[in-house]
């Protein structure tokens, strides 16, 4: 029963990495997309930065722009 239970928390874990992967990728195109539009030559994430002026921020259009892009991700858990 714990290997049926350790075998099932990998299989999970698996499907969250396909789906994060994604998501990632999807993210990486919208915002490469949009830094090209807007002739961004590089593009920080706000974990990474102290002091943001806010015309220089493109988190809200990168997220509309993922949204339309990728509306949703599907967990397959694969079961063998």
Not at 67 to 75: G, I, N, Y
């Amino acid at each position: 029963l714990q290997r049926d239970f350790e075998t099932r928390r990998i299989r999970i874990q698996q499907a969250m990495g396909r789906a994060w992967n994604e998501i990632r990728n999807a993210l990486t195109e919208v915002t490469a997309d949009l830094a090209s539009e807007q002739k961004i030559d590089i593009v920080v994430s706000k974990a990474s930065t102290v002091l943001l002026a806010n015309e220089l921020d493109i988190t809200a259009e990168v997220l509309t722009r993922l949204d339309a892009k990728l509306s949703k991700v599907t967990l397959t858990v694969e079961e063998k």
